[in-house]
């Protein structure tokens, strides 16, 4: 996993005058345990997604094996230089990528992983922080947790963060995020139908909430891809969104279906938004991490 770089200044002329980016959210039904089946669903959706003129394919949390493992993580698990991520990203081309997966390490120590790749490599791995064991959730007996949360500079995309499902609800990962001067926040997840009243689901509710929230507070892009389909008697709901740096959605994937969306948005609106609302450069990043410390010390070292 690549170490990241100090964030690069961009020329203003170039920031302002690109092109739109178009982003294909790719909401799929993986298939549990089954990762040539599910490479070849990602195939599908990265031609699609390219026929579609998309910069950027995304797929769910864990997309390349399904999300129940348990004792498959062992069998199913891969290095980031494996053949079938090497073969998405031959079939990307141009188009960057982020996809889940499960990650093996040198130490033989497996991780809840979201790649992003782009030119034929992988630039970025993210572990999943937060390992839920609540409710029907108990990923901290197969999975070890991520110890780092980091964006990366991505061409054309500028300042890229990665989170998988259960870090998107923490506040300490957005804040870092907004410390690392995101431009893009992706979001991959598995959330199954939770708290379903009519025709609403609760848990697709507090997705949107947090992701148009994040978009206001960071002044980026905030795309969240959610999985769909049915997997150890659990609903997938699907409703994948990007939102705008100002809060607005720029597009949604239908509930409860399979689907490539496309969302499009333009750089220029970050610069407006935070010429609007500079949230990050009013920040007292220092203030902050002095009194984390001071609690440090009052919680744990007292």
């Given amino acids: 996993m690549m170490s990241p770089s100090p964030r690069q200044p961009h020329p203003d002329l170039p920031d302002r005058a690109a092109a739109p980016l178009r982003v294909a959210m790719a909401q ?113 007996r197969y999975f070890a947790a991520g110890e780092r949360i980091r964006a990366f500079d991505a061409a054309r995309f500028g300042r890229v963060g990665i989170l998988i499902c ?23 997840s598995n959330s199954p139908a939770r708290g379903v009243a009519g025709p609403t689901i609760r848990t697709a509710e507090t997705y949107r909430q947090l992701a148009r929230a994040f978009a206001q507070l960071l002044g980026a892009v905030v795309i969240v891809v959610n999985r769909v389909g049915f997997e150890d008697g659990l609903c997938y709901w699907g409703g994948s969104q990007a939102v705008g740096p100002d809060g607005r959605p720029l597009a949604e994937g239908p509930m409860l279906d399979e689907a490539l969306t496309m969302a499009t948005f333009d750089r220029a609106e970050l610069r407006r938004q935070r010429l609007a609302a500079p949230l990050a450069r009013d920040e007292r990043l220092l203030m902050t991490i002095e009194e984390l410390q001071r609690i440090k010390r009052q919680r744990y070292d007292a």
């Fill in 28 to 140: 799929i039904a993986p298939r549990l345990g089954d990762r040539r089946h599910n490479l070849e669903l990602h195939l599908a959706q990265i031609a699609a997604a390219r026929a579609a003129g998309a910069d950027l394919v995304i797929f769910p949390e864990l997309s390349l094996t399904g999300y129940f493992l348990r004792d498959m993580v062992p069998d199913v698990a891969l290095a980031p230089g494996a053949s079938e991520i090497r073969e998405m990203l031959s079939a990307a081309g141009p188009a960057a990528v982020v996809a889940g997966f499960v990650e093996e390490s040198s130490e033989h120590r497996f991780f809840n992983a979201a790649f992003w790749g782009e030119g034929g490599r992988v630039v970025h791995v993210h572990r999943k922080v937060y390992l839920p064991t609540y409710g029907l959730f108990d990923e901290q």
């Fill in 166 to 188: 259960e870090d998107f609800w923490h506040l300490s990962a957005a804040a870092i995020m907004q410390a690392e001067e995101v431009d893009l926040l992706v979001c991959v």
